[in-house]
């Protein structure tokens, strides 16, 4: 199966500024990577599909690069609704998978 | 709106059985793929299993295959997730998922979630 390893664990951020997060795929999956954004007792919400579209009603701070084996989630001007855990999925090869998440906490 | 709605979660004792169903509202049920995903307490995301549109093909993580069966009733609008031999490690939030795209448009990743399930497995 796929692995997915996302870095870093935990990013702590103020609000304003920009965040980075990183997945990296263990064999190439072309763009068919997602990111997800989960708050606490809430159900994930997918913020970018096929590595770099936006779904529909996310803020355009939000964007996605990459392809083949390495993906990054920017998150240009961090809001106080942003702070998050965010996870990356992988569409590519069954079983579909998901990174560990990154956690985005408030310094 | 997209609208799904999980039931039948609950505490079941290792080695016992349990159905989740989820009730899908607001779209053409009949154009899109589901999926089960869960998380157990203070984890990350697992995928486990996948079912087509006619509920004629399925997939499942290698974790849940042979205890896990995943099914539909298009007449229901309905998606199950039928749970037998349950272990503590099954304790989790069980989330029914669908695809963001119907299969004409290309399926698309897992893109609406449920707002999930609770599933306790003890004694």
């Known amino acids: 199966e796929v692995v997915l390893t996302q870095s870093p664990a935990t990013l702590s951020l103020s609000p304003g500024e920009s965040a980075t997060l990183s997945c990296r795929a263990s064999?190439?999956?072309?763009?068919?990577l997602a990111w997800y954004q989960q708050k606490p007792g809430q159900a994930p919400r997918l913020l970018i599909y096929d590595a770099s579209n936006r779904a529909t009603g996310i803020p355009a701070r939000f964007s996605g690069s990459g392809s083949e084996t390495d993906f990054i989630l920017t998150i240009s001007s961090l809001e106080p609704e942003d702070f998050a855990v965010y996870y990356c999925q992988q569409r590519s090869v069954w079983p579909l998978t998901f990174g560990g998440g990154t956690k985005v906490e408030m310094k | 709106d997209v609208q799904l709605e999980e039931s039948g979660g609950g505490l079941v004792q290792p080695g016992g059985s349990l159905r989740l169903s989820c009730t899908a509202s607001?779209?053409?049920?009949?154009?899109?793929?589901f999926h089960w995903v869960r998380q157990a307490p203070g984890k990350g995301l697992v995928w486990l299993a996948r079912?087509?549109?006619?509920?004629?093909?399925?997939t499942y993580a290698d974790s849940v295959k042979g205890r896990f069966t995943i099914s539909r009733d298009n007449a229901k609008n309905t998606l199950y997730l039928q749970m037998n031999s349950l272990r503590a490690e099954d304790t989790a939030v069980y989330y029914c998922?669908?695809?963001?795209?119907?299969?004409?448009?290309?399926?698309?990743?897992?893109?609406?979630w449920g707002q999930g399930a609770l599933v306790t497995v003890s004694a």
């Open positions: 064999e190439s999956i072309s763009s068919f």
């Open positions: 079912v087509n549109t006619e509920g004629s093909s399925t």
């Open positions: 607001g779209f053409n049920f009949l154009k899109y793929w």
């Open positions: 998922v669908r695809d963001l795209f119907d299969v004409l448009t290309g399926r698309g990743p897992p893109g609406y």
